[in-house]
């Protein structure tokens, strides 16, 4: 199967990249955004008709972690909306017949019922700090739908739980809370600091998977998910931010004081994904929360620069 990723050299793209690239029955095409612009309709759909793909992932997005959501709003929502909208409608007149679609376990409401069903999406408000990048998410889930219900494509669509590695975003603005925690207690056993200052109270639960597994996980779907529900991805086990923050801590070395400043917002109190859908298929994760931050840790020493 010849893959286009969208957004190949992202995070959860540049990990498609490489389980393609292990998988002897699969090759892949990208470009980068100097070679495509995903908010121009027709350059994306004249690079499929001119490249052929035989499916598509849609891993093209604008993320960022709470500041960010907060800071950019418009941005959030229009960006990841234009992206999904001319990506969807390109691959339909391209006619190319497997897509799939990446969202965020952001989509289901705030308050869900534990662990997360699939269909609970809408079944309440969203959490506010991260709402215009969930809605986005939301209309392409529904727009992979209609198109399948309209159209007959077999297009799916895949919802992660919070997704963390190699090339992962470290910025202390527009970061996530793993690469973000990695960043700040390196640096603060660099500069012999003896108190890092997180947000909130630590108290809320995440579950955490390595991009390496769902990249895995987003082509077994491609071979074996054919419905028009979204399925869960996620490892099965929750951590709270306090405790995932001490492991942090442990694997980069840092042994000093954390201080958590409760007057910043902690977000979703609980969110950890129901796979049992996919796990039904017949996949599941298998990697340890601590390699997998291992691996992250040994990348960004190697790689990152302020």
């Not at 990841?80 to 989509?107: D, M, P, Q």
């Not at 028009?228 to 442990?250: F, Q």
Request: hydrophobic share 40%; net charge negative.
């Amino acid at each position: 199967m010849r893959i286009y990723v969208a957004g190949h050299k992202g995070l959860v793209g540049s990990a498609l990249v490489r389980a393609i690239d292990a998988h002897p029955g699969h090759t892949w095409i990208g470009a980068s955004r100097s070679e495509l612009n995903l908010f121009d309709k027709e350059a994306t759909l004249e690079f499929l008709k001119s490249n052929s793909p035989d499916a598509v992932i849609i891993a093209a997005a604008k993320v960022g972690g709470i500041m960010a959501n907060a800071t950019y709003p418009v941005e959030f929502l229009t960006e990841n909306l234009r992206i999904e909208l001319n990506l969807l409608e390109a691959c339909h007149e391209a006619g190319i017949e497997r897509v799939l679609f990446l969202g965020s376990s952001c989509i289901y409401p705030k308050f869900s019922s534990q662990p997360i069903k699939e269909e609970y999406l809408l079944s309440g408000a969203l959490e506010s700090t991260n709402e215009p990048y969930a809605l986005a998410k939301i209309v392409g889930i529904k727009l992979v739908n209609a198109y399948r219900s309209e159209y007959g494509h077999d297009w799916v669509s895949a919802m992660p739980c919070n997704i963390f590695g190699i090339g992962d975003n470290f910025s202390l603005d527009t970061g996530h809370v793993l690469p973000v925690l990695i960043r700040r207690f390196h640096e603060a056993l660099e500069e012999s600091s003896n108190v890092v200052v997180l947000w909130g109270s630590g108290a809320p639960l995440r579950e955490f998977l390595h991009a390496d597994e769902l990249a895995d996980a987003c082509l077994y779907m491609l071979e074996n998910h054919h419905s028009d529900l979204h399925l869960n991805v996620g490892s099965g086990n929750e951590i709270s931010i306090r405790d995932l923050a001490y492991l942090v801590a442990d694997v980069v070395g840092y042994h000093g004081e954390i201080f958590w400043d409760h007057t910043k917002p902690d977000g979703t109190p609980r969110k950890v994904l129901d796979s049992t859908k996919l796990k039904s298929l017949g996949w599941e994760s298998k990697a340890s929360l601590r390699d997998g931050i291992e691996a992250t840790y040994q990348w960004f020493k190697e790689n990152y620069s302020k």
